[in-house]
């Protein structure tokens, strides 16, 4: 049952006031008990989590972790930091841990941000960059999209006297668009180094060789950038709230002084260790996340539906021509247990983004889509 509205006005700060908290995608479980369908018959392509789930060296990673529950875990994170590094080619102390890499996103916002700075950031960029910078008061310069990815070059410009952060996110979730090695690299060049920039590389793994930023070289050059990684999305592990930086040791330190204590959990910790090392699971993540595009992508070009190619594990796909079809398709959908993600928040509600899942989950959205769209497609 749904709770009366709160009202938080006698207690917010004025900033704090104007946010509008992040809403996750629909959860299954929800979804059954509102329609009274069975969860098992439920398709969820809302979130961009991984359909084949976790490694099993992971899974086993926890299992084995769980003991170690009354103890707070390594605040340090010694051995995963360790290995990251290596993972990396850098030194530990150029890693730092999140909760997620929300919680990474979130850190640089607390770290930088203040009533008297501006952010820089993408039209459609990821929803988590204008909740960090609300909440520290600080102003927002939104630079528009170009088509529907980011347009470095005017980011670089809009570049004040008072703007401390960018975020770039590469690929851009919900849009999947990516920006190249090169571009990154003239951006960089072009932003001035007291400006810190957040490299958002979320969906990384499921990128082709040759679509890659070499970040880490970008890095070595940039000691005002931040590379934020994740194990939410090819490795699994949204759940357990797991993500990391890599940064200079002295913006890696300033990024610790806003990190709550113990933010990374035990499991969390054993997981990531054990799913760093089962490149057999990363490689099936992204081989049928690569199978799951061209399938979804080719299925909306058939049925003459407009869709942005996508880089990412997820496509937005455009599902009709006035600003209520969004959210129209989506119910409707979901009346077929197919759980899409409307994104109207981002100023999309003629679009719904669907995450890429197994051969046969895409096929279900596709058919319900079809479904769906009846005698027009
Ligand atoms: C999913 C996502 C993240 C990371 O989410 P976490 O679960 O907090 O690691 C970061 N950036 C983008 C663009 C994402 O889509």
């Given at each position: 049952?749904?709770?009366?509205?709160?009202?938080?006005?006698?207690?917010?700060?004025?900033?704090?006031?104007?946010?509008?908290?992040?809403?996750?995608?629909?959860?299954?479980?929800?979804?059954?008990?509102?329609?009274?369908?069975?969860?098992?018959?439920?398709?969820?392509?809302?979130?961009?989590?991984?359909?084949?789930?976790?490694?099993?060296?992971?899974?086993?990673?926890?299992?084995?972790?769980?003991?170690?529950?009354?103890?707070?875990?390594?605040?340090?994170?010694?051995?995963?930091?360790?290995?990251?590094?290596?993972?990396?080619?850098?030194?530990?102390?150029?890693?730092?841990?999140?909760?997620?890499?929300?919680?990474?996103?979130?850190?640089?916002?607390?770290?930088?941000?203040?009533?008297?700075?501006?952010?820089?950031?993408?039209?459609?960029?990821?929803?988590?960059?204008?909740?960090?910078?609300?909440?520290?008061?600080?102003?927002?310069?939104?630079?528009?999209?170009?088509?529907?990815?980011?347009?470095?070059?005017?980011?670089?410009?809009?570049?004040?006297?008072?703007?401390?952060?960018i975020y770039v996110a590469n690929p851009n979730n919900p849009t999947?668009?990516?920006?190249?090695?090169?571009?990154?690299?003239?951006?960089?060049?072009?932003?001035?180094?007291?400006?810190?920039?957040?490299?958002?590389?979320?969906?990384?793994?499921?990128?082709?060789?040759?679509?890659?930023?070499?970040?880490?070289?970008?890095?070595?050059?940039?000691?005002?950038?931040?590379?934020?990684?994740?194990?939410?999305?090819?490795?699994?592990l949204a759940g357990l709230r797991i993500g990391y930086c890599a940064?200079?040791?002295?913006?890696?330190?300033?990024?610790?002084?806003?990190?709550?204590?113990?933010?990374?959990?035990?499991m969390a910790q054993a997981a990531a260790l054990a799913a760093l090392?089962?490149?057999?699971?990363?490689?099936?993540?992204?081989?049928?996340?690569?199978?799951?595009?061209?399938?979804?992508?080719?299925?909306?070009?058939?049925?003459?539906?407009?869709?942005?190619?996508?880089?990412?594990?997820?496509?937005?796909?455009?599902?009709?021509?006035?600003?209520?079809?969004?959210?129209?398709?989506?119910?409707?959908?979901?009346?077929?247990?197919?759980?899409?993600?409307?994104?109207?928040?981002?100023?999309?509600?003629?679009?719904?983004?669907?995450?890429?899942?197994?051969?046969?989950?895409?096929?279900?959205?596709?058919?319900?889509?079809?479904?769906?769209?009846?005698?027009?497609?």
């Amino acid at each position: 049952m749904a709770s009366a509205p709160v009202t938080t006005a006698r207690w917010g700060s004025p900033h704090v006031l104007q946010i509008s908290p992040y809403v996750g995608g629909k959860p299954i479980s929800e979804l059954a008990r509102e329609l009274g369908l069975d969860p098992a018959g439920i398709v969820k392509l809302a979130s961009n989590e991984n359909p084949l789930g976790m490694s099993p060296a992971a899974r086993a990673a926890v299992i084995d972790a769980l003991g170690d529950t009354p103890r707070y875990p390594d605040n340090d994170a010694w051995t995963l930091r360790q290995t990251l590094g290596r993972h990396l080619d850098v030194p530990a102390d150029w890693i730092v841990l999140g909760a997620g890499s929300s919680d990474i996103l979130d850190m640089a916002a607390r770290a930088v941000l203040g009533p008297d700075a501006s952010c820089v950031y993408s039209q459609y960029g990821f929803l988590v960059y204008p909740l960090s910078v609300q909440k520290m008061g600080a102003r927002h310069i939104v630079v528009p999209a170009r088509d529907h990815g980011h347009d470095l070059a005017a980011m670089a410009a809009a570049v004040r006297d008072d703007t401390r952060l960018i975020y770039v996110a590469n690929p851009n979730n919900p849009t999947g668009t990516l920006a190249s090695h090169d571009a990154i690299a003239a951006f960089l060049a072009a932003v001035p180094e007291r400006v810190v920039v957040v490299l958002d590389e979320a969906y990384v793994e499921y990128l082709e060789p040759e679509d890659r930023t070499d970040a880490i070289a970008l890095l070595r050059r940039h000691p005002n950038l931040i590379v934020s990684r994740t194990f939410s999305k090819a490795y699994g592990l949204a759940g357990l709230r797991i993500g990391y930086c890599a940064a200079h040791p002295e913006m890696a330190a300033l990024l610790n002084r806003v990190r709550a204590a113990f933010n990374a959990g035990s499991m969390a910790q054993a997981a990531a260790l054990a799913a760093l090392g089962d490149t057999e699971f990363l490689r099936r993540s992204h081989d049928l996340n690569r199978a799951g595009l061209a399938q979804l992508q080719s299925a909306f070009a058939a049925m003459g539906l407009e869709y942005v190619p996508s880089k990412g594990n997820f496509v937005l796909v455009r599902v009709g021509d006035d600003d209520a079809a969004g959210a129209r398709v989506d119910s409707a959908l979901l009346r077929q247990g197919v759980i899409a993600r409307p994104v109207a928040n981002y100023g999309l509600s003629r679009w719904l983004r669907v995450s890429v899942g197994t051969e046969a989950e895409n096929a279900r959205c596709v058919d319900a889509l079809r479904h769906v769209l009846g005698g027009t497609r």
